[in-house]
């Protein structure tokens, strides 16, 4: 069941000399507690960050450039060896993931790629890190549509021991995420080893799911190995789904928004055949980056869901019911980052956050050594 919220925040921020952040929530959930915010380094147009190492993660930009940041020296290192991306309003260089393995560590990057015909589509590359470039570097996936549009590419993440997952956004056409012969508008799957299994009768063999329109957020919830999501919708209906394998979550059929001249799109309910989500903003947030909190550094956030929001400049903090259904929430840490663009929690707890702006940057959150936390 899908629950209809509207936003706002209930936070108070008071910031002191020390350099501490003082939070006094107006919820007998989240407890007053002081947490520090280190700027870690300011990075042009940011949209994904992931962990490399205990103290080293990787930023991309959206014009074209990966960068190596060092969280205790407070550093920055180019990457060198990226594949080529196309930026453009909404494209460019977009997410990253890294795959650890034996034999070193494996970067998949996902872009906005120029063809031939000087249209854009969506790309997968990986490559191998070593030292500061990436080597052996091949496109992996290279999806089957593309236009001259500059909206909508998605270019989410998410691995698991043998698959890597991605996000598509539907490319500014809506009628793609009904096409299960088109990449736009869907979650695809893509073997880590080995080549694709043949898909759904009638379905491109990479496509896990179809009905969708933007989708920014992709993650796995470890303690039940489900595959989560959230999407922009138009006017109103920003979306969170559990992505299930040939699944349709309805997008343009089924929408919960309304067109931005006025009027629905399609139904406000879904039928059989079509899954419904689990819960929706109205007005929109602009979600953006996706992670679940299960370190320790945080108790009050354990086990929750922590969502950027472009529009609203916070994380939105999902409480999870019994049955494991997001039930209510609460944006934190308003006008603290700007537009929060990507979200992502390290082994020890900390937070990292970056913002998706031309005076950006990398933050980290973290709670210094004080007794008697209440």
């Known amino acids: 069941m899908w629950k209809r919220i509207f936003t706002g925040s209930i936070f108070i921020v008071i910031l002191n000399i020390s350099g501490l952040l003082d939070y006094k929530a107006a919820s007998e959930e989240i407890n007053t507690s002081k947490i520090k915010i280190e700027k870690i380094g300011p990075v042009y147009l940011p949209w994904g960050v992931a962990v490399l190492t205990p103290y080293e993660v990787l930023v991309t930009t959206k014009i074209g450039k990966l960068f190596l940041f060092n969280l205790d020296t407070k550093t920055k290192t180019l990457i060198t060896g990226i594949p080529r991306s196309a930026f453009y309003r909404q494209g460019g260089l977009l997410d990253v993931a890294v795959k650890k393995r034996k034999d070193g560590d494996y970067i998949f990057l996902c872009y906005s790629k120029l063809t031939a015909s000087e249209n854009l589509t969506v790309a997968i590359s990986k490559s191998k890190l070593s030292g500061n470039k990436l080597i052996k570097t091949q496109d992996i996936f290279i999806s089957n549509y593309s236009s001259k549009s500059g909206v909508h590419f998605g270019c989410r993440l998410a691995l698991n021991d043998i698959h890597l997952f991605a996000s598509l956004g539907d490319r500014g056409d809506r009628n793609n995420a009904q096409n299960p012969n088109n990449h736009p508008g869907s979650i695809i799957k893509i073997p880590l080893y080995g080549k694709a299994k043949t898909g759904n009768l009638g379905w491109l063999s990479e496509i896990y799911s179809i009905g969708h329109r933007n989708p920014q957020g992709l993650h796995f919830q470890k303690s039940t190995g489900q595959l989560w999501s959230h999407e922009h919708g138009p006017r109103g209906g920003d979306e969170i789904n559990i992505i299930n394998k040939y699944n349709n979550y309805g997008w343009p059929k ?121």
């Not at 006025?262 to 929109?284: A, K, Q």
């Not at 370190?295 to 994380?315: D, T």
């Not at 409480?319 to 992502?344: A, H, M, T, W, Y």
């Open 254 to 374: 089924i929408s919960y928004g309304k067109e931005y001249i006025g009027g629905n799109i399609g139904l406000n309910y879904s039928p059989e055949g079509f899954t419904d989500p689990i819960w929706i903003w109205t007005p929109s947030i602009a979600p953006s980056g996706l992670t679940f909190y299960e370190g320790k550094m945080f108790k009050e956030f354990y086990g929750k869901l922590l969502i950027g929001a472009l529009k609203y400049r916070c994380i939105y903090l999902i409480s999870l019911s019994s049955d494991n259904q997001p039930e209510k929430e609460e944006c934190i840490f308003k006008n603290i980052f700007g537009r929060v663009r990507d979200i992502e929690v390290m082994a020890d707890g900390s937070i990292l956050v970056i913002n998706d702006e031309k005076n950006g940057h990398l933050f980290r959150l973290s709670r210094p050594h004080i007794t008697n936390l209440n």
